[in-house]
């Protein structure tokens, strides 16, 4: 079960870019009760947390992106969205998005590379 996401590319420095990330057909029915969340790896670095949106709405961010990226979900389509802005260079990594089940189950997608050129 694989999560898709999508909207990656090359950006310069200060542009913004928004990814995408639908749930497969296997999980849908779940959407509603799921944490969902983004999460980028360097080239060479630990995958890290980079936003979640909780079952309730919820919105966490790591500080490093706090006031730049948004993440929103649209449950009519299942889907969940990170809003990039002013986009920096140390922003280049592959992103994933992740869904948590209520019983910790974790589905992950596979991922959408985002570079920021300088």
């Known amino acids: 079960v694989q999560l898709q996401a999508s909207g990656g590319g090359l950006v310069q420095a200060g542009g913004s870019l928004r990814l995408s990330c639908r749930l497969p057909?296997?999980?849908?029915?779940?959407?509603?009760?799921?944490?969902i969340s983004w999460h980028r790896q360097a080239t060479g670095e630990q995958r890290e947390l980079v936003a979640t949106?909780?079952?309730?709405?919820?919105?966490i961010y790591a500080d490093s992106v706090k006031d730049r990226f948004i993440i929103s979900k649209d449950n009519s389509r299942k889907t969940v969205y990170l809003q990039m802005n002013n986009l920096e260079p140390a922003d280049t990594a592959v992103y994933y998005c992740?869904?948590?089940?209520?019983?910790?189950?974790?589905?992950w997608g596979q991922g959408t590379q985002v570079t920021v050129s300088s």
């Open positions: 992740n869904a948590r089940s209520m019983s910790d189950t974790d589905f």
């Open positions: 057909r296997t999980i849908l029915s779940v959407f509603n009760t799921m944490d």
């Open positions: 949106i909780t079952s309730s709405r919820r919105t």
